[in-house]
């Protein structure tokens, strides 16, 4: 390489145009949610920098400037795990703004990445069995809401545990009725998280495969997306973007569709119930805390770390460290089946049998 290439100065280039490019490249490899995740942390990076009259291009970031925007950061109210990924993302930026020689090539050293307790790292927002358990008992009960796509998704979402990427990417040659099992496939652009580390095949009981017969035949959507393929769950325009899943996760899960509203209010007269601000009901969830709480609950049950993260596609630490939300009781009860009659005095007694 010649002295003149080794020495070619950074190019210009502002923050925002460097946050597009770098977006446009994340979409050839990234899931949707992933590239969403990117623009929504990177964004208030950019209207951060166009306040700052210090900074024109990327060539102006140093290591003061990092600082000052981490601490902008914290100022602001940002809960520290959102502070860490909306650094993470913004060291992934300046990694990627090296190879376009846009800054110095020690600038990423400059981004430190916040350090946080296991309690700062995690949510703890899930839904909760015993509101599980009412609000399927009720759609399964339900003539009016029996096999609504409300209904088949917290079925799936609490069963199988799956992430909202799983449960958009699913095609009907996924769900095989006589077997009552579920194939995931990692079919671009419909994407699995982890690619085709992700594919697996999930079993569901009989009360799910029959929810998801009736919709099938009496509330999908006969229709194809932009590719041909027939989406599982479908609405009148094709397969449904991440954000309208998310919209009937919030939807299934507002109390009360089963009970009377824990917050006094009519439903008949509740603006919550308008699809546009189910999200904003203060007891509904999304479908991450759906699949926390499923999570949680089929360890409860008795499954394992390793059968419940093949089952979520996890890995057992991911799922120790951020979707176990057992309490101490839950803890001991996991426990108790093996450790209950520990008695020294016993164990004579074990080896005699032996014999």
């Not at 189910?278 to 049950?301: D, E, F, V």
Request: one cysteine or more.
């Amino acid at each position: 390489m010649s002295e003149s290439t080794t020495s070619r100065p950074p190019r210009d280039i502002t923050p925002a145009k460097a946050v597009d490019r770098f977006i446009a490249k994340r979409r050839n490899k990234n899931t949707e949610k992933t590239v969403r995740s990117y623009e929504q942390r990177l964004r208030q990076f950019v209207r951060w920098c166009d306040e700052r009259d210090e900074i024109e291009t990327m060539r102006d970031l140093d290591g003061w400037l990092i600082d000052e925007y981490e601490r902008f950061l914290d100022e602001r109210g940002d809960a520290p795990s959102t502070v860490k990924g909306k650094m993470v993302s913004l060291k992934e930026l300046v990694k990627y703004c090296v190879q376009l020689d846009v800054v110095s090539t020690d600038l990423p050293d400059r981004v430190e990445i916040p350090r946080l307790s296991n309690d700062e790292e995690t949510d703890d927002q899930q839904l909760e069995p015993e509101d599980a358990r009412r609000l399927i008992e009720h759609y399964r009960e339900s003539k009016r809401d029996y096999g609504t796509v409300q209904h088949v998704l917290l079925e799936l979402l609490w069963h199988v545990g799956c992430r909202t990427g799983c449960v958009r990417s699913l095609d009907l040659r996924d769900w095989h009725p006589e077997e009552r099992k579920i194939t995931f496939r990692h079919r671009p652009p419909t994407r699995l998280k982890d690619g085709t580390k992700h594919e697996r095949n999930v079993a569901v009981p009989k009360p799910i495969a029959d929810a998801l017969k009736f919709y099938i035949a009496r509330e999908r959507p006969d229709k194809r997306d932009e590719n041909g393929r027939e989406p599982l769950f479908a609405t009148r325009y094709g397969r449904p973007a991440e954000s309208t899943i998310q919209t009937w996760g919030y939807q299934a899960t507002q109390p009360c569709v089963a009970v009377a509203c824990p917050h006094n209010r009519q439903r008949d007269r509740c603006e919550y119930t308008q699809k546009s601000h189910a999200s904003k009901c203060p007891s509904s969830r999304p479908p991450h805390a759906i699949r926390t709480g499923s999570i949680t609950w089929q360890l409860n049950r008795g499954l394992s770390y390793v059968r419940v993260a093949q089952r979520v596609a996890a890995s057992p630490e991911t799922i120790r460290r951020y979707y176990d939300k057992a309490d101490l009781d839950d803890e001991l009860a996991r426990r108790r089946p093996e450790t209950e009659d520990l008695d020294i005095m016993t164990d004579s007694e074990e080896e005699d049998d032996d014999e």
